[in-house]
């Protein structure tokens, strides 16, 4: 689906310019690149595992993007 992520699926580098819609990040990821959802204007939901973890760059990013 274009989404990048390490090896063993625990971190999520990248997500892809121009997909749409919601996206559900799998059970495995522990972490969130700072920048895999950097200008990527056109999501509209993003759901987060329990196990995640999120940087406050990221959070602030993401925030930003759903609040403007």
Do not use: H, W
């Not at 997500?15 to 990040?25: K, N, S």
């Not at 999501?43 to 973890?53: A, H, K, L, V």
Request: proline share 4%; net charge negative.
């Amino acid at each position: 689906d274009g989404v990048l992520f390490n090896k063993d699926k625990t971190l999520l580098f990248l997500y892809p310019q121009g997909r749409e819609g919601a996206y559900a990040v799998p059970e495995t990821v522990l972490s969130v690149d700072d920048e895999a959802f950097l200008f990527k204007t056109t999501i509209t939901e993003i759901y987060m595992p329990d196990s995640s973890r999120l940087s406050l760059i990221l959070f602030l990013l993401l925030f930003r993007l759903f609040c403007l």
